[in-house]
């Protein structure tokens, strides 16, 4: 075994680096108008994006298929040699099919190649041979071509399948910014990540995590709101007039700083002590935002309201961390 020393090692790590960069740079060639041609022909797709690669290219397809997916452009992955034993029937004609394939002579790609024009869909080559078979036989022609694979020997796949990611990505990137495709159009396709939970969950959700809602008159001692709290758990309550408005917020911590300075606190009406006109938010409103105003606030506990004004729950900043709102 050949045992390369420290800068060896560094410089073969750096030189790989330099060759995938430069391969990515160079594609810059292939954003041109057929790409702008393929972009419109997926916009136009009633169907799906079905993406294919054997091998390591493969896999670049099965990534970008995610991608595309998640970006709100429905695809799926198909493994070519599955295809020719009966996988071919996922393929509608309404489907666009995106090949990925360095050389452009893959055996398994080329021989889905004859039934995926039969079918009627239509073919993307993404391809380092522009004279290659694949690419012959496709409606639309993307070069991903590289000078050198990252490989000492030249063999391994490394900058071409690097560049056909990068490729791929920069397509489906496009069909994002045409759609106008916003941060919570991705959220609903990830509604168990934590940009879903921060721009899908509402107070509304949160709330019912505890469902308790400790709401006190302002003659109210403050003895049997410590007691209302003590029974619902909650840290705090909500103050409300005759109306049944909210007009104030008590937590336990404001009652316990006072009992140092007044032994008869607990026989006074919670008025006297309560936060009044305390921010507020309605149930409607995204957790990710009664958060903020927590943070903002440096306050545990927000009251929420409906449209009259009216206390309808509270929300403990830890229900939102327990929710995964970060």
């Known amino acids: 075994m050949n045992r390369l020393d420290a800068e060896q090692i560094k410089k073969q790590g750096q030189q790989v680096l330099d ?5 990515v740079s160079s594609l810059k ?52 040699a599955e295809a020719i034993h009966g996988d071919l029937g996922m393929v509608q004609e309404e489907d666009i099919v995106i090949a990925i394939s360095n050389s452009g002579e893959t055996d398994e790609v ?3 190649l004859p039934v995926v024009k039969r079918i009627g869909a239509q073919i993307i080559a993404i391809t380092g041979s522009l004279d290659s078979t694949m690419a012959e036989n496709a409606d639309y022609v993307l070069d991903s071509g590289v000078k050198e694979e990252a490989c000492p020997m030249d063999l391994a796949p490394t900058a071409s399948t690097t560049a056909a990611l990068a490729l791929g990505d920069s397509l489906a990137m496009a069909l994002v910014a045409v ?6 159009d991705f959220a609903l396709y990830h509604p168990g990540g934590s940009l879903g939970k921060r721009l899908l969950l509402t107070v509304d959700d949160v709330m019912h ?31 409300v007039d005759e109306s049944e ?8 911590g ?29 149930s409607d409103k995204l957790a990710a935002e009664a958060l903020k105003i927590m943070q903002d606030k440096e306050i545990n506990d927000l009251p929420i309201v409906d449209e009259e004004d009216h206390p309808i729950g509270l929300i403990n900043f830890q229900d939102l961390l327990k929710a995964g709102v970060l």
Not at 19 to 23: K, N
Not at 29 to 53: K, Q, W
Not at 245 to 252: C, N, P, S
């Open 29 to 80: 060639r292939s954003v041109d108008d057929t790409f702008v041609e393929i972009v419109h022909a997926i916009l136009d797709c009633s169907g799906r994006i079905v993406m294919t690669g054997m091998g390591k290219s493969g896999f670049i397809a099965e990534k970008l298929a995610a991608t595309l997916s998640s970006t709100g452009t429905p695809s799926f992955f198909l493994h070519p």
């Open 209 to 239: 995590v505890r469902e308790r809602n400790p709401v006190v008159d302002q003659e109210t001692t403050l003895k049997e709101t410590l007691f209302k709290m003590t029974s619902t758990r909650m840290g705090a309550a909500s103050v």
């Open 254 to 282: 404001d009652i316990r700083r006072q009992l140092e300075k007044s032994a008869d606190l607990l026989t006074r009406p919670v008025r006297e002590l309560m936060t009044k006109d305390p921010v507020r938010i309605t």
């Open 110 to 112: 080329l021989n889905i």
């Open 245 to 252: 408005e909210l007009v104030g917020i008590i937590a336990d």
């Open 19 to 23: 060759i995938e960069a430069q391969a």
């Open 179 to 184: 759609r106008d495709f916003e941060p919570e």
